[in-house]
């Protein structure tokens, strides 16, 4: 079995860009400073607000999981800055491709506390509508929205737009031909697209260091493409690289990669057991790097953070949390056959033989339960 040692993490951590260090201080980056140099109290508290309310979020998402309410959670405790400084660094009518795992761009773009959870349900019209948050529906087939995105820009160089389209994807998905395709063809037509891969050291089981033995920004050059690699748990940092990374695209300069390097602190999805393949020695190493408690001392040794601001965001999450379980668990599901309906315009003979076997396969789990 593959691990990631202790001299793996510092060596990620070694030439990543970053604004703020573990404990909240402020560093200097010249490529960086810039950016963020605008950033006034209220969109700092911001920032912290739109971590905050994932993270609770994300919290009640794993516990509706695990008490029956939902089929699967893909956990982002840990990610919440590198997702949210992305999503605000955005205009909104900016389009945003996410993969499963992009709570936080839902949070920002404003999304409701059931399109977060119904659709894990596998509930009917279980999502948002993609045109009233400029967000497509998240994606799990690995890597593919990638390809959505280069689509929808080279679709806004057509119509002669300067808006800019956002693939969101993990570190397992440049392993995938789709992102390798879309990056040719986004620096090809230099497309205004922006490529963020959030590299939180694992494609499930498997560390980042078996999939590319090089920083996974080293591979965008090789397609044309300009790339950064910047601290994924320092929020500022990941605002300033997006606001330059939106600026190069939204100019006509093409495509621009990000790596954002964090960690997945929970398991890939509900349904997987990270303690089978990482040590609680390498979990505790990241948590000392947390986006949230950084954030935090950055903003009180400002004079931004008191006690009275986090207990006003401690109550909008956990109103934003009732609201989503209520949404679970009040959801009445549709009856397993219904599955079957609107397949086809017209009657079906195919169709009408497979609800036949489907329907004589539910009325056996219907035996077992009168036995």
């Known amino acids: 079995m593959h691990t990631l040692t202790m001299d793996d993490v510092a060596t990620a951590l070694d030439d990543t860009a970053r604004l703020l260090a573990p404990d909240g201080t402020r560093l200097r980056d010249p490529r960086l400073d810039g950016w963020v140099a605008d ?20 919290a ?22 590198v997702q949210v400084a992305t999503a605000r660094a955005c205009r ?25 959870v119904l659709g894990w349900r596998g509930e009917v019209q279980g999502t948002f509508d993609p045109y009233l948050l400029n967000v497509a529906t998240p994606q799990i087939i690995i890597g593919a929205q990638s390809l959505h995105a280069v689509g929808y820009a080279m679709g806004i160089q057509r119509d002669g737009g300067d808006q800019v389209a956002v693939a969101y994807f993990g570190d397992g998905a440049t392993s995938e031909g789709d992102t390798a395709e ?16 959030s590299n939180n050291q694992w494609a499930i089981s498997e560390p980042v260091t078996v999939q590319s033995r090089f920083p996974l920004a080293g591979r965008a050059p090789g397609y044309g493409i300009p790339s950064m690699r910047v601290d994924g748990n320092d929020v500022l940092a990941c605002t300033a690289a997006m606001r330059w990374a939106l600026d190069h695209a939204r100019s006509g300069r093409g495509p621009v990669f990000l790596e954002a390097v964090t960690f997945r602190m929970g398991p890939h999805t509900t349904s997987d057991d990270p303690t089978r393949y990482r040590s609680r020695e390498l979990v505790e190493k990241w948590r000392a790097r947390d986006p949230l408690h950084r954030f935090e001392a950055y903003l009180r040794a ?68 009168g036995a």
């Open 60 to 81: 009640e998402g794993l516990a509706l999981q695990r008490q029956g309410h939902l089929g699967l959670w893909p956990p982002a405790e840990g990610q919440e800055a």
């Open 182 to 197: 879309a990056m040719v063809f986004g620096s090809s037509f230099q497309a205004p697209v922006v490529f963020v891969c």
């Open 92 to 116: 909104d009518d900016d389009f945003l491709f996410p993969s499963y795992r992009e709570l936080g761009v839902l949070v920002v773009r404003g999304a409701q506390p059931a399109d977060l």
């Open 39 to 58: 950033l006034d109290a209220a969109a700092l508290r911001g920032l912290y607000r739109d971590m905050a309310l994932t993270r609770r979020l994300d």
């Open 302 to 369: 400002l004079g931004e953070c008191d006690d009275g601001f986090l207990a006003e965001v401690h109550t909008e999450g956990d109103a934003l949390a009732a609201r989503m379980r209520q949404a679970a668990v009040t959801a009445e599901s549709r009856p397993a056959l219904a599955v079957l309906d609107h397949v086809y315009a017209e009657p079906h003979s195919g169709i009408d033989r497979q609800r036949d076997r489907f329907a004589a396969y539910l009325e056996g789990f219907a035996d077992e339960a």
